[in-house]
C-alpha cells in the first residue's frame, strides 16, 4: 500500500498528490463535488416550508372547509417528512468524519490496484510484440580503431563532404578584374546593337546595364558571356507608373503581373533581331495603358467624391482614350436647350506608340498664355483633377480678358486688372479706390460661371449681379455705377462709426413734401447725432460726368423736431447747406496744433505716439476727413449751444460759447445766477459776492457729462481739513446727462439750479453758525470742531476725542436739511450713538436750521446716549409663562431729541430728559403728561421709581431741592382766577428780569446763540394754561423744586408746555439743578403768544458745576473712584459698584404719582443707573453671572412682585394675609409667614422673610438659606415667571420635602462646606435646554402631586482648568413610600442614557440600603448619596 499522510483539512491524502493515471474519483474537497452546507440545506428547507404556508394563507379562505383540511394535513405530512430526513442527516453527519476516512483509504487502495494492473499489461504487450525481432548490429572494428588510435573519423563517406562544405570563394580582385571584363563586354553589345532613342538613359556598373524610362519603367540586364550571339539576359524589371492620389503608397503592379512580363520580355529578348527595341515596345505599351487606367481610376474618384456632376466620362476605352467632359451647363441647370460643351481627351497615339499620353481639348484652348497652354497639354504629374484645372485656368482667363475688354470699351482709363493665381479680375469702383473696396470678378472653376465679391455688401445683391452678369457680360457697368453710390455712402458710414451717430439711408418727416429736404438727391446719408436728437447731417452723392469712378459730396445741415411727444412724427426744420470749400478747412483745423512753438499736450504725457505703418495705396481714400469733421465739430458744439439757449430761455446771462486750451475745448460762462428761494436777502448778496466765477464744460468719453466750476472766496468757516485751506475755493458740480434728453438740456440747467439752492440753503446756515462762533461757549469749542465745509455738506466732528461726526447738507429732492451721522478716527467702526435720535435731529434741525442749537443738543444728549446704548435690547424667552415667545427687554423709543422713553418687557416706561450742565430728568412715563391722575395705556406704573431714583441724586442737588413730600401731594385744581394772578406775578417778574439783564439778551441776539426757541406746535391740541390741571399752590411758588427744573419738556419734540404739565417755572431755577439755566443752553422757552422768554427763564449763568455736585467736591473721596467704563460687556466680572457711602435715602410717603414728577440726575449717576454692574449688598460668590444695570434689576423686581401677587392667587396652598405696609406682600403656608418686598437699601432686589408660625423643626440657618436662594436664584436676574412659580410652588410642599429641599439649596448656595463631594447641585427651577425632553425648556420643573418631580443640575468637580462634566438629572419622590428615584425619562443620546444609567443604580442600590421609615424624607440623602459616589467614564457628556 502506498504511503499517505494527512492532508491540511484532516483527510487522508496519498504521499505526493493524487495519482494522475485511469479514472479516479475527484479528491475530497475539490470545489465540483463539495456537497450543500448543512446550514445552507436548512435555510433552504426553512424557506421552501415559508414559502409554502404563505400559499395557503393566500389560497385556503377560496377554498371549502374540507378542502381546507386536506391540504393542511398533506402540508403538514409532507414537511414532517422533510424535517425527518433532516434531522437523520444531522445524526448521520455527527459521525461523518470517520467514514469519510475510510472512504478515501479504500479510494486511496483502489488507485494502487488499478496502476499496478496497468503496468503488468504494458510490459506483457512489450515482451511480446516489439522485441520479437530486436537484433544487435555488428560491431565496427575498423572505425573503432581508427578513433581509438588516430583521434579522428578518416572512413567519414566523401559524399558527405561533398554536400556539406562549399567550395572555397574566388578574391575580391578576381571579382573586380572579372565585372571590368563584363563591363567592357557590355558597352560594346550596345555600341553595336540598335538602341532606342528612349532608352538613352542607361548606366553600366558592376556588370549590368539600367535602362530608366522616367514614369514609366526601369530594366536590368547583363549578358552572360562575351559571344555576340548570347542573348541578353534580363536581371530586374520595376514599373514606375504611380498613382499619388489614390495609390495610397501601394504599388499598381502586383508581383505575379511583374514576374509575367519579366518572362514575356525575357522571351522577346531571345527570340527578336532587335530585342532591346521589342523590349522599349513592350514595356512602353504596357506602361501607356497603365497610365490610362490611373487617370480613368481617378476621375472615378473625382467624380465620386469632390466633383460630382461638374465632371463626367463621356467615354473610357482602355488601352486607347479616355474623355471628359466640364462645364457642362446643360448638366449644371444654368441653360437650357442646346449647350456649350468643354471636353479633354487622354489618348494613346495610335500612329506612333513611342510617344507619350496625348491631350486634346475641344473647343481648342485659345492662345492667351503661353504657360496657361503648355501647362494644360501635359500630363506629366499624371493628375487628371490637376489636368482639369489647368484647363479651366486658361479658359478661365479667356472669359475674364473678354470682360475685361467691356470695361475699356466704356471707360479708356479702365484701371482692371487680371490675377492669374486664382483668375480674379478686379475693379476699382471708385477712385482712388483700396484692395478691399475692389470688386472682385472670380471665375468658377467648377462651373465656368462669374462669381462677384465685394466686402460690405449683401449676399442678395451679391446673387443678383451674378445672375445679371452671366446672362449678359455687358450689364456689368449699370451694376458698377450703382455699387459707386454704395460705396460712397459706405465711406461716410464708416468715417463717423467712432463717433456718436447713426446712420440712416431713410428719415420719414411729415413736410417731406413741402420742405426742401424733399428736393435733395436720390443718393443720400442721414447721420443722427445720438447725443443731440435733433439734429442731422445729410451727406449728398452726385455723380461726376467726366469720370466714371468719381464722385462728388454735398453736406448739409438739418434740424427736426418732434411732433405730439416722443412717439409721434419728426417735422424738419432748418435745412443750410456748409460751404463746399471744406478741404481748407480741414487743414487748417488739423495743421493748427502742429505750429512751432505751440504744444498740444501737457507736460505729464507720455511723449509723441509711434507712427503707423504705412497703409497700402488707396486705404487712406476710404476715410472722408470733410465729413469726420463736420460731425465733430457739430457734436462739440451744438451741446454748448443748446446749453446757452436753455439759459438764456430761464433769463441767464452768459459770456456765450468760448474757446479754451488753444481751440481743444469749449467753456459757457455764467454771469449771473437767479436768486433761490427760502434764502435770506443778507445771504443771497453775501454768497454773490463770494463767488467769483461759474464755468460749464463738457467732459468724459461720451461727452455727456457736464461740469460747473463755481470758484468762491472768502468762505465763512475755517474747517480743519488740508485742501481747504487756500483763500479760494473751487467746487466741482458733475451732471450726467440722461440718454432721453439731447446734452445740454433743460434738465442740466435744472439740476445745477438745485445744486446752487443747496448750497444757498447750507451756506445761510453756516454764515449764521459763523457769526455767533465768537460767543460760543468754551466747552462747546473743545466738544467739536468744523472737519469739512465744501458749500455742499458741512461735517462737525464732535465728542471728546472727535471721533463722532455729523454731516448736514441740503436734500433738494426733498427739499429739507438732511442729517448723516457717523464715527471717525480710532472709532470708524463704532456706531454712532445719536443714531437712536438721527429721525428727531432731523425734524428739529428743519424746523429751526441753527447748528449752535444742534451742537448743544449733541453735547447734551451725547453721554445719556452713550449710556442708554448699553441696555440690553435683545428679545428673550421664557420670561413669561409662554416659553416660547420672545419679549423685549428694554424698547428705546425716542420722542424729541431730548426726550427718550424707555419701555421695559412692553410694561414699565421711563422718559428721560436732557437737561444742559451735564443732568438728566428721568420720570415714570406711564403717567400722563397733562394728568398726573391718568395712566398711559399700555403701561402700568413702577412703585417705588422715586424713592429708587433719589438713590442716585447727588446729596448737595438734593440740598437745594424742596421736600419730596411736597411733590407727592396730590394735585388740587387751580381757579381761573388764581392762574391769572400767578400769571399777572411772573409776567412782573418777567419784566424786571429784562430790564436788569437786557445788554446780556440783546448781545445774545446778535450772536444768534441766544436767540429764543419758539416752542413747536405738538401733534396733539394744547390746551391753554387756564384749563389745564396744576398743582397744588405751594408747589407753584417753590421755585427751586425739582418739578420747576425737570418737567420743562423738550423744545424739539410733541411735548406739551411747561404750564400744561402744571409746572411753574421759578425766577431762579428752570432745567438746572444749580438754580440757573446755562446760558448756552438751547432750550430757552417761548410762551406760545409771543416771541418772548418764558416767564421765569433765567439769562444768568450759575455757578460751576463742579462746585455745587456733591461728587465732584474734594471733600467726598468716596465719589472718586472711576466712573464705570460705557463701552464695557454686560457679562463678566466688573467693579462698577454703586457708591457706598451715597447718604441713606429718606423715607418717602408712598403716592402713585411721585414718580410722575420728574428726579434730576447727573451724567455720572445715570451712567451708573444704566450700566451694567454687579448685585449690590450680595456675597460675589451669590451674585449670578448674569450682569445687569440697576434699573434693570428694579424694574425686573418690580415685575416679580406683580408676578408674586398673581401667583398667590392662584396657588391652592398659599393664603394672602393683607398688609398696611405699601409695596410688600405677605402670605403664609401651613407653616410658614413670608413677608416679600423690596429690599430698602438698594432697591434693587427682592427679599424673602420667612417666620415659622409656631416653634417647629425649622432653624434659623435653614430660613436663611431659604431666603438667600430667594433673593439670589429666584427672585434675581432674568427675573423669569416660571422660576417664581416652582418656587412658590415648593413653599406650599410638606415641611419634611421643603426642609430636604432646603438643604439642597444650601450645597447650592455654598459648595464650598461640602468639600468631600465630588459634584456640585444646582436646583433647577425651569427645565433646561439639556434636560431629557419631558416638557419644552422654560416650563416649571417642580411638580407636586401623590408625587414629587424635580429636576437638578450636577457639576462635576475637576481641580484642572477643563470644561466640567454636568449632567441633568431628573429626581421623582413618592411620598406614600418615601422612595427617591430618577424619572423615567427616554433619552436621545448614549452618552447621557449611559450617566443616566449609573445614576439610577445609585439611587436604586441606596434605597436598599436605606429603606425609607415612616415620615421621613430621603431626598436629601439620596442626593448627597448621588453627589458623593457618582464617577461618569471619560468622554460622558450631557
Known amino acids: 500500500m502506498a504511503p499517505v499522510q494527512i492532508g491540511s483539512d484532516g483527510q487522508l491524502v496519498p504521499l505526493g498528490g493524487p495519482v494522475v493515471s485511469g479514472p479516479q474519483p475527484p479528491p475530497p474537497g475539490a470545489p465540483a463535488t463539495q456537497g450543500v452546507r448543512l446550514s445552507l440545506l436548512i435555510e433552504f428547507l426553512l424557506q421552501r416550508t415559508y414559502h409554502e404556508i404563505t400559499l395557503l394563507a393566500e389560497l385556503l379562505p377560496r377554498k371549502t372547509d374540507m378542502e381546507r383540511k386536506i391540504e393542511i394535513v398533506q402540508f403538514a405530512s409532507r414537511t414532517r417528512q422533510l424535517f425527518v430526513r433532516l434531522l437523520g442527516l444531522v445524526k448521520w453527519a455527527s459521525n461523518a468524519g470517520k467514514v469519510e476516512k475510510c472512504a478515501m483509504i479504500s479510494s486511496f487502495l483502489d488507485q494502487q490496484t488499478i496502476l ?121 524589371l520595376e514599373i514606375l507608373v504611380e498613382d499619388k492620389e489614390t495609390g495610397d503608397g501601394r504599388t499598381l503592379v502586383h508581383s ?200 460690405g455688401l449683401d449676399q442678395s445683391m451679391l446673387d443678383e449681379i451674378e445672375k445679371t452678369v452671366n446672362d449678359d457680360m455687358k450689364r456689368i457697368l449699370s451694376w458698377l455705377q450703382q455699387l459707386k453710390f454704395w460705396l460712397g455712402e459706405q465711406r461716410s458710414r464708416q468715417s463717423v462709426k467712432h463717433l456718436p451717430t447713426v446712420c440712416s439711408d431713410v428719415l420719414h418727416l411729415s413736410n417731406s413734401a413741402s420742405h426742401p429736404v424733399g428736393t435733395l438727391s436720390k443718393h443720400k446719408l442721414f447721420i443722427k447725432l445720438t447725443r443731440l436728437p435733433q439734429y442731422y447731417i445729410v451727406v449728398e452723392m452726385l455723380e461726376v460726368p467726366s469720370s466714371p469712378t468719381a464722385l462728388q459730396y454735398k453736406y448739409s445741415f438739418l434740424s427736426v423736431s418732434q411732433l405730439e411727444g416722443d412717439d409721434g412724427p419728426m417735422c424738419a426744420q432748418l435745412l443750410q447747406h456748409f460751404k463746399p470749400n471744406l478741404e481748407h478747412l480741414v487743414q487748417d483745423t488739423s495743421g493748427r496744433g502742429s505750429r512751432p512753438g505751440t504744444k498740444r499736450k501737457g507736460s505729464g504725457d507720455h511723449g509723441e505716439p509711434e507712427p503707423k505703418k504705412p497703409k497700402r495705396s488707396g486705404e487712406m481714400c476710404a476715410f472722408n476727413k470733410e465729413l469726420s469733421h463736420l460731425v465733430a465739430m457739430c457734436d462739440t458744439n451744438m451741446p454748448f449751444i443748446g446749453l446757452r439757449t436753455e439759459l438764456s430761455n430761464m433769463e441767464i446771462a452768459t459770456q456765450g460759447v468760448q474757446v479754451e486750451g488753444d481751440g481743444s475745448s469749449h467753456a459757457i460762462r455764467l454771469l449771473n445766477i437767479p436768486p433761490c428761494k427760502g434764502v435770506g436777502e443778507e445771504t443771497r448778496r453775501a454768497l454773490e459776492r463770494s463767488l467769483l466765477d461759474c464755468t460749464f464744460r463738457l467732459q468724459g468719453r461720451n461727452n455727456r457729462t457736464w461740469v460747473a466750476e463755481l470758484m468762491l472766496a472768502n468762505c465763512p468757516l475755517n474747517s480743519t481739513h488740508s485742501k481747504e485751506q487756500a483763500s479760494t475755493r473751487h467746487v466741482y458740480l458733475t451732471y450726467e446727462n440722461p440718454l432721453s434728453e ?213 446729596s448737595n442737588q438734593d440740598a437745594r431741592r424742596r421736600s419730596v413730600n411736597e411733590d407727592d401731594n396730590p394735585p388740587s385744581p387751580v381757579g381761573e382766577n388764581m392762574m391769572d394772578s400767578l400769571m399777572s406775578h411772573l409776567q412782573a417778574q418777567q419784566q424786571q428780569q429784562q430790564l436788569q439783564q437786557q445788554p446780556q439778551a440783546m448781545r445774545g441776539g446778535a450772536g444768534g446763540v441766544y436767540q429764543p426757541l419758539t416752542s413747536p406746535q405738538p401733534n396733539y391740541v394744547t390746551p391753554s394754561p387756564s384749563m389745564m390741571p396744576t398743582q397744588s399752590p405751594g408747589n407753584i411758588h417753590a421755585s427751586g423744586s425739582p418739578s420747576g427744573v425737570l418737567r420743562a419738556p423738550s423744545p424739539f419734540g410733541p411735548t406739551p408746555s411747561p404750564s400744561s404739565l402744571g409746572i411753574a417755572m421759578g425766577q431762579a431755577s428752570f432745567a438746572s439743578p444749580h438754580g440757573a439755566l446755562d446760558p448756552s443752553s438751547p432750550y430757552a422757552m417761548v410762551s406760545p403768544s409771543h416771541r418772548g422768554p418764558w416767564p421765569g427763564s433765567p439769562q444768568v449763568s450759575g455757578p460751576s458745576p463742579g462746585a455745587r455736585i456733591h461728587g465732584m467736591s474734594p471733600g467726598n473721596p468716596s465719589l472718586h473712584s472711576p466712573i464705570p467704563d460705557p463701552h464695557s460687556p454686560r457679562a463678566g466680572t466688573s467693579s462698577q459698584v454703586m457708591p457706598t457711602s451715597m447718604p441713606p435715602p429718606r423715607k418717602l410717603p408712598q403716592r402713585p404719582w411721585a414718580a410722575s414728577i420728574p428726579t434730576i440726575l447727573t451724567h455720572n449717576a445715570l451712567h451708573v443707573l444704566l450700566l451694567p454692574s454687579p448685585t449690590p449688598c450680595l456675597v460675589p460668590g451669590l451674585a449670578g453671572s448674569y450682569l445687569c444695570s440697576p434699573l434693570e434689576r428694579f424694574l425686573g423686581s418690580v415685575i416679580m412682585r406683580r408676578h408674586l401677587q398673581r401667583i398667590i392667587q392662584q396657588e391652592a396652598n398659599l393664603s394672602i394675609v393683607n398688609s398696611n405696609e405699601p409695596g410688600v406682600i405677605m402670605f403664609k403656608t401651613d407653616v410658614l409667614k413670608c413677608r416679600v418686598a423690596l429690599n430698602p437699601k438698594n432697591y434693587q432686589t427682592l427679599q424673602l422673610k420667612v417666620t415659622p408660625e409656631n416653634t417647629g423643626p425649622w432653624s434659623q440657618e435653614e430660613l436663611q438659606v431659604l431666603e438667600k436662594f430667594f433673593e439670589t436664584r429666584v427672585a434675581g436676574p432674568p427675573f423669569k415667571y416660571n422660576t417664581l412659580n416652582a418656587f412658590t410652588k415648593l413653599l406650599g410642599a410638606p415641611t419634611n420635602i421643603l426642609r430636604d429641599c432646603v438643604r439642597i439649596m444650601k450645597l447650592e448656595l455654598f459648595p464650598d462646606q461640602a468639600a468631600q463631594l465630588k459634584w456640585n447641585v444646582q436646583f433647577c427651577l425651569t427645565i433646561p435646554p439639556s434636560a431629557p425632553p419631558i416638557a419644552p425648556p422654560g416650563t416649571i420643573a417642580v411638580v407636586l402631586k401623590s408625587k414629587m418631580l424635580f429636576f437638578l443640575q450636577l457639576t462635576q468637580r475637576i481641580p484642572v482648568p477643563q470644561e466640567p462634566v454636568s449632567i441633568i438629572v431628573p429626581i421623582v419622590y413618592d411620598m406614600a413610600t418615601g422612595l427617591t428615584q430618577q424619572a423615567d425619562i427616554p433619552r436621545q443620546h448614549s452618552s447621557s442614557g449611559a450617566a443616566a444609567l449609573m445614576v439610577s443604580n445609585i439611587l436604586k442600590r441606596f434605597n436598599e440600603l436605606h429603606p425609607a421609615r415612616q415620615g421621613e424624607c430621603t431626598i436629601f440623602a439620596s442626593v448627597h448619596e448621588l453627589m458623593a459616589n457618582l464617577s461618569l467614564p471619560p468622554g460622558t457628556r450631557q
Not at 831 to 850: A, D, G, T, Y
Request: hydrophobic share 40%; proline share 6%; aromatic share 8%.
Open 256 to 455: 505575379l503581373q511583374v514576374n509575367f512580363i519579366h518572362e514575356l520580355v525575357q522571351a522577346r529578348l531571345c527570340a527578336d533581331d532587335k530585342p532591346l527595341q521589342d523590349m522599349y515596345n513592350c514595356l512602353h505599351s504596357f506602361c501607356l495603358s497603365l497610365q490610362l487606367e490611373v487617370l480613368h481610376s481617378q476621375t472615378l474618384m473625382l467624380i465620386r467624391e469632390r466633383w460630382g456632376d461638374l465632371v463626367q466620362e463621356e467615354r473610357y476605352v482602355p488601352a486607347k482614350y479616355l474623355t471628359l467632359t466640364v462645364w457642362n451647363q446643360q448638366v449644371l441647370g444654368r441653360k437650357t436647350g442646346t449647350a456649350s460643351v468643354h471636353k479633354v481627351t487622354v489618348k494613346i497615339d495610335e500612329l506612333d506608340g513611342s510617344k507619350p499620353l496625348q491631350i486634346s481639348h475641344e473647343p481648342p484652348l485659345p492662345a492667351c498664355d503661353s504657360k496657361l497652354m503648355e501647362r494644360a497639354m501635359k500630363i506629366d504629374h499624371l493628375s487628371v483633377e490637376k489636368l482639369l484645372i489647368d484647363s479651366v485656368h486658361a479658359r478661365s482667363n479667356q472669359k475674364l480678358q473678354e470682360l475685361k475688354a467691356i470695361l475699356k470699351t466704356n471707360n479708356p482709363s479702365d484701371n482692371s486688372f487680371i490675377e492669374t493665381a486664382l483668375p480674379t479680375l478686379v475693379i476699382p469702383i471708385l477712385e482712388p479706390c483700396g484692395r478691399s473696396e475692389c470688386l472682385h470678378i472670380f471665375v468658377d472653376l467648377h462651373s465656368g460661371m462669374f462669381q462677384p465679391m465685394l466686402y
Open 116 to 236: 499496478f494492473v496497468d503496468t503488468a499489461d504494458r510490459l506483457a504487450s512489450l515482451a511480446r510484440d516489439a522485441l520479437v525481432h530486436a537484433r544487435l548490429p555488428s560491431f565496427a572494428i575498423p572505425f573503432a580503431i581508427d578513433v581509438l588510435t588516430t583521434g579522428s573519423y578518416p572512413r567519414l563517406p566523401t559524399c558527405i563532404r561533398d554536400k556539406i562544405i562549399p567550395p572555397d570563394p574566388i578574391t575580391k580582385v578576381e571579382k573586380q578584374t572579372t565585372l571590368g571584363q563584363l563591363n567592357q563586354i557590355l558597352r560594346h553589345r550596345l555600341v553595336t546593337t540598335d538602341l532606342p532613342p528612349q532608352l538613352a538613359n542607361l548606366t553600366v556598373a558592376n556588370g549590368r546595364v539600367k535602362f530608366r524610362v522616367e514614369g514609366e519603367f526601369e530594366a536590368t540586364l547583363t549578358v552572360m558571356g562575351d559571344d555576340p550571339d548570347i542573348p541578353w539576359r534580363l536581371l530586374k
Open 742 to 954: 439731447p446734452v445740454g438740456g433743460r434738465k442740466v440747467v435744472e439740476m445745477f439750479l438745485n445744486d446752487w439752492n443747496a448750497i444757498s440753503q447750507l451756506y445761510q446756515c453756516v454764515l449764521n453758525f459763523s457769526r455767533a462762533l465768537p460767543e460760543m461757549p468754551s466747552y462747546l469749542s473743545l466738544f467739536s470742531e468744523v472737519r469739512l465745509y465744501n458749500y455742499r455738506k458741512l461735517v462737525l466732528c464732535y465728542g471728546t476725542t472727535k471721533g463722532s461726526s455729523v454731516t448736514i447738507q441740503w436734500n433738494s429732492n426733498t427739499q429739507r436739511f438732511h442729517l448723516a451721522l457717523g464715527t471717525v478716527g480710532p472709532n470708524s467702526g463704532c456706531s454712532n450713538c445719536h443714531n437712536i435720535i438721527l429721525h428727531q435731529l432731523q425734524e428739529m434741525f428743519n424746523k429751526c436750521p441753527n447748528v449752535m442749537q444742534l451742537l448743544q443738543v449733541l453735547s447734551d444728549t451725547q453721554a445719556p446716549l452713550n449710556a442708554i446704548n448699553k441696555l440690553p435690547t435683545v428679545p428673550m424667552l421664557g420670561l413669561t409663562q409662554r416659553t416660547n415667545t420672545a419679549y423685549q427687554c428694554f424698547s428705546i423709543l425716542p420722542q424729541s431729541p431730548t426726550h427718550i422713553r424707555l419701555a421695559f418687557r412692553s410694561m414699565y416706561c421711563i422718559d428721560i430728559y436732557c437737561r444742559s450742565r451735564g443732568v438728566v430728568a428721568i420720570r415714570d412715563g406711564a403717567y400722563s403728561l397733562f394728568d398726573n391722575t391718568k395712566i398711559v395705556e399700555g403701561f402700568y406704573p413702577a412703585p417705588g421709581l422715586k424713592t429708587f431714583l433719589n438713590m442716585f441724586v447727588d
